[in-house]
């Protein structure tokens, strides 16, 4: 995009605008010397302004005087763009009345919902669902809104993206779901959510990890408990390894306290290790008391069963 040098004018208009002076901006406009859509450097609108500051009159007063709201940014991001990341409802409520594309994306592929969901604004994310907007677009990488609510710990935006015909597997470029996104990040309401929505409770990233491994080997036992309650697979995974093996090897003793009854702790890793001995070999103490401890306490009952 070619962008003429702004006029000393069209600074003063764009200072009204990110100011929210109203009153500047209409005495600006009478003069006839500024476009209502002059744009600076970055193609940036006083409209744009306005709307990323939250200035909600001066926003109607732009649009009732004839501003585009379809105006964009080099980057692509458009009024709505900044209203929505800013969670500013009347305005993107105003943007939309007055015609605004309700998926424009930036270059990266986000879109006025994509920000919504990422700052966790359940108000604006309702108004754009219930206005059509695409609850399964999607960033270059393959991130969709559900991904970017379930990785901020937004529980009740993913809520209401599935409500909304989410798709819950649909993942990332290196296969990580929402639900394996909740599970690293240690967000078990989100978890609880996904899963109560019928998320893949096993659904593999690229590297052959489940969401129940990266819990445990994070050390995120809440979420490691959410889990458990679906069925998730202990054994060995395509990575060599079981959510026990992660968890012990890690040091994250909550996580092995939650795993290990349900566990087979007999278990052995692609190198050949028990979860006791993978503990050994990483030097964490603390998990490898806990696990001779309670292997000792499973032999005294088997032998006082016997």
């Not at 909600?56 to 692509?76: I, M, N, S």
């Not at 959410?226 to 395509?238: I, Q, T």
């Amino acid at each position: 995009m070619s962008l003429k040098k702004e006029s000393r004018t069209d600074v003063q208009f764009h200072l009204a605008a990110l100011r929210g002076d109203c009153d500047r901006l209409r005495q600006l406009l009478d003069t006839g010397k500024v476009h209502i859509d002059s744009r600076d450097r970055d193609g940036t609108t006083p409209l744009i302004l306005a709307a990323a500051m939250g200035h909600t009159d001066c926003v109607r007063e732009l649009l009732a005087q004839g501003a585009d709201p379809a105006c964009c940014r080099t980057t692509g991001t458009s009024a709505l763009f900044f209203a929505a990341q800013g969670g500013f409802l009347d305005i993107a409520r105003l943007l939309l009345d007055a015609g605004a594309a309700i998926d424009a994306p930036s270059s990266d592929g986000g879109t006025p919902l994509f920000v919504a969901c990422q700052c966790g604004h359940l108000p604006v994310v309702d108004e754009l669902i219930s206005r059509g907007a695409n609850v399964n677009s999607c960033m270059k990488d393959k991130a969709t809104p559900l991904f970017i609510a379930a990785q901020n710990g937004h529980d009740n935006v993913c809520a209401a993206l599935v409500r909304g015909g989410a798709d819950l597997t649909a993942a990332r470029c290196d296969r990580a779901s929402p639900l394996w996104i909740a599970a690293q990040c240690g967000h078990h309401r989100v978890a609880r959510t996904l899963l109560r929505a019928g998320a893949h409770v096993d659904q593999l990233r690229q590297d052959g990890a489940t969401p129940l491994f990266k819990a445990a080997h994070k050390g995120h036992a809440a979420v490691v408990a959410e889990l458990l309650k679906y069925n998730p697979e202990l054994g060995l995974l395509p990575n060599g390894q079981s959510a026990l093996h992660g968890a012990a090897m890690f040091g994250a003793l909550s996580c092995v306290r939650v795993l290990a009854p349900a566990a087979d702790r007999s278990l052995r890793n692609a190198a050949g290790h028990t979860a006791l001995q993978a503990a050994a070999a990483a030097r964490r103490p603390r998990v490898v008391a806990y696990l001779r401890a309670l292997d000792q306490r499973d032999d005294t009952t088997y032998s006082t069963e016997q």
